[in-house]
């Protein structure tokens, strides 16, 4: 045993950011401690709030599908070597797409339409990306500059389209008109009950299983085909990539094509299953959270399925904390979302050498005494 | 003895009074929605946000209070306030319209007051505001204290709500000097732009560039930025929604008022007594909804020469005789 530095897989997926979320909550409470507020009542709040009822499972679900799909399309870049910071203006244009679908075509059978609202949302979200990708690729452009500015270019288009074309006339809001009932998705209260089950009415809706099905596929794709390997080849190494006959500009292109596809899935589950309508804002900062969820999830879809559930479960149990402590804003929430990023992603290696630490010695007496 | 049963029997009387009291103001349960931009905006939702408290400080009544901080959170603030027994619900600005129709019809028991939209529904009050008329005094204002015939207007996003208050400046701007010149811009196509006072200022003082020396916001908290320039500048603002001639005495023209606060606080009271209506209310000048503010901040820079042709105008607006546009979608 002379190598007590590496920790055991199990310790590092699932201990070391269950200490740092432990260690944030802990953070948080003293916070909220300063506030004038009962941390134990804060947190009991919080976690009541997100897991409490089958309203709240659903809100922490509905946000959850939101981050699955930015986080996957960070993950993928990730695997790349490319750090896409774009995922907000991905899946702004990505919903634009699944809402063009919705409104020209919301008098289809959803059957015919679902198909392509996701085309529909994948084509727009990789076309987003797909310039930011050809610059780097080509021109050497550094992907995190380029998406940074194409979020902002997407915002200005969005606000543009919504304010001067798509609006519905003759009001204030600048939105589109709702999409006709057809193109819904069905929520997943009205599923259940299809199957005799009893659940509250929340916005969840087959968007997650979608979600959950691209999680899927991300992972057959990253490490099953040989797309994927050449993706990870040059990810870790381009100048291998290149001597083993990869292409890193193609794979460049090509992952950030995936990537904006995979955030343009944000539109199906906040467009066509929550809002019925294109309004401004949709995405709300899930594009960035993203990000987040794909370092905490350590880039694995599985890891990021569960790291989105914890940040849907810290945004829905973080408003209702706002709702019933009046004392405690919802700027507050934003510090205890940042404390959770901060320990299991920047923090994690403060963590994790007294825990490799531990474990070793633990390990080592073990061993002695049998 | 015969002291001490009449006062025991005053104190049940008062006990009762007030249980009965208690009781009432327990049944009656207000909340309020804001937007995007948060109760401490300094302008928009900071003016409803004034009218709820001083409701709490008139009744003793708690209003419950929710900033939402995504779009889905609207309809479900809203609708967990209604379950929770909420007797009426203010939502604060148009993005929220979509929301209070959904939970309008799924609580027809509750009322809801929207303010700057229109909700067309038997349990909503939809209470709009005529900014053109205000910003057309503004307007008027600029093109009066302006020397140079160039005045600017800088919005925060380029919505039709903004493109409305635009159309009135330079409405106003134009009837009093023909051929003033109004620079416009807008600080971004994010809702960040309502809270950017360093672009404001880097918007003015472009537009002071070019030879404007004042410059009229409708931007939110980018506004204080907007106001922060023209002041370290030496030329003149004009504040929006809420009275902000106290942040710059004497380098603030005037604000153009929009009355958020009354409306709120109106709603909350008329909720209160039994006297709330459905329907579509317009406050415009005749009605005090908006006016341009006077007060002694900006004495010294809004002359009475100034303010006489204003109020000329300002009747002429309230009896009919003068018309400002209105930005109309398509």
Redesign the interface.
């Given at each position: 045993m002379s190598t007590p530095k590496q920790l055991p897989r199990w310790a590092d997926l699932i201990l070391l950011p269950l200490v740092g979320l432990a260690a944030a909550l802990l953070l948080s409470c003293g916070v909220i401690a300063l506030l004038g507020e009962s941390p134990w009542q804060a947190m009991r709040l919080m976690v009541d709030g997100a897991f409490g009822s089958q309203e709240s499972i659903g809100?922490s679900l509905?946000?959850a599908t939101n981050f699955i799909f930015t986080g996957l399309a960070v993950a993928v870049a990730f695997h790349a070597g490319l750090f896409n910071i774009g995922g907000e203006g991905q899946a702004y244009i990505g919903g634009l797409g699944a809402g063009l679908v919705c409104l020209w075509l919301g008098h289809w059978p959803f059957w015919a339409v679902l198909p392509l609202a996701v085309m529909g949302a994948a084509g727009f979200g990789a076309a987003w990306a797909f310039l930011p990708g050809l610059l780097q690729a080509k021109r050497g452009s550094h992907i995190v500059i380029t998406t940074i500015m194409f979020n902002?270019i997407a915002?200005?288009l969005?606000?543009?389209l919504l304010?001067n074309v798509l609006?519905k006339?003759?009001?204030?809001?600048?939105?589109t008109r709702e999409f006709g009932s057809n193109s819904w998705m069905p929520f997943a209260h009205e599923i259940l009950a299809r199957v005799g089950l009893d659940f509250t009415a929340t916005?969840l809706n087959l968007a997650f299983v979608l979600a959950l099905g691209a999680a899927g596929l991300v992972w057959v794709f990253i490490w099953h085909t040989r797309w994927g390997y050449a993706l990870r080849v040059v990810g870790q190494s381009p100048e291998a990539a290149v001597y083993a006959g990869i292409s890193p500009s193609r794979i460049t292109i090509m992952a950030m094509l995936l990537s904006g596809a995979l955030a343009g899935g944000l539109g199906l589950n906040?467009l066509m299953g929550?809002?019925h309508?294109i309004?401004?804002?949709?995405p709300?900062?899930?594009g960035f959270v993203g990000i987040a969820v794909a370092l905490m999830g350590r880039n694995h879809p599985v890891g990021i399925v569960f790291s989105a559930i914890l940040f849907g479960a810290l945004?829905q149990g973080g408003?209702q904390l706002?709702?019933d402590m009046?004392r405690v804003?919802?700027d507050m929430?934003?510090v205890i979302q940042g404390l959770v990023i901060l320990s299991c992603g920047a923090l994690e290696n403060m963590f994790r050498q007294p825990l490799t630490a531990l474990l070793g010695r633990r390990r080592k007496s073990g061993e002695g005494r049998s | 003895m015969i002291i001490s049963s009449r006062f025991s029997s005053w104190l049940i009387a008062v006990l009762v009074v007030t249980t009965a009291l208690a009781a009432g103001a327990k049944d009656f349960s207000p909340a309020i929605v804001y937007d995007f931009g948060g109760k401490f905006d300094r302008s928009f939702n900071q003016s409803a946000s004034e009218g709820a408290a001083r409701f709490t400080t008139e009744t003793g009544t708690a209003v419950r209070e929710f900033e939402i901080t995504n779009a889905a959170q609207r309809e479900q603030a809203m609708q967990q306030m209604a379950r929770r027994g909420a007797t009426i619900i203010v939502a604060i600005g148009f993005t929220q319209a979509s929301a209070v129709e959904k939970v309008a019809k799924q609580f027809p028991n509750v009322m809801f007051t929207i303010v700057d939209a229109v909700v067309d529904l038997p349990n909503v009050q939809s209470v709009n505001f005529r900014e053109q008329e205000s910003s057309f005094l503004c307007g008027m204002a600029a093109a009066l204290a302006s020397k140079t015939g160039k005045v600017g207007f800088i919005g925060g996003m380029d919505i039709p709500l903004i493109r409305k208050f635009a159309l009135g400046y330079v409405e106003g701007a134009k009837f009093v000097n023909p051929s003033a010149e109004v620079f416009q811009n807008m600080t971004g196509s994010t809702p960040a732009a309502w809270g950017d006072p360093t672009k404001g200022a880097e918007l003015a003082k472009s537009q002071f560039g070019r030879g404007a020396d004042v410059v009229f916001h409708a931007a939110g908290a980018t506004g204080i930025g907007v106001m922060q320039a023209a002041k370290d500048s030496g030329r003149l603002s004009i504040g929006c929604d809420s009275n902000q001639d106290y942040l710059h005495p004497g380098s603030v023209l005037t604000s153009a008022v929009k009355r958020v606060d009354v409306a709120t606080y109106k709603a909350f009271l008329d909720a209160k007594n039994g006297t709330w209506k459905p329907g579509q209310i317009v406050l415009g000048l005749a009605e005090q909804g908006v006016d341009y503010s006077y007060d002694e901040f900006n004495r010294a820079v809004l002359t009475p020469e100034m303010k006489q042709k204003i109020d000329a105008a300002k009747a002429d607006i309230i009896s009919g005789k003068l018309k400002v546009s209105e930005y109309k979608v398509q």
């Open positions: 809100y509905f946000y902002f915002s200005a969005m606000t543009y304010v609006i006339p003759g009001q204030q809001s600048p939105e916005p906040e929550s809002q309508r309004l401004i804002d949709f709300g900062g899930a945004y408003s706002t709702f009046p804003n919802r929430v934003v | -």
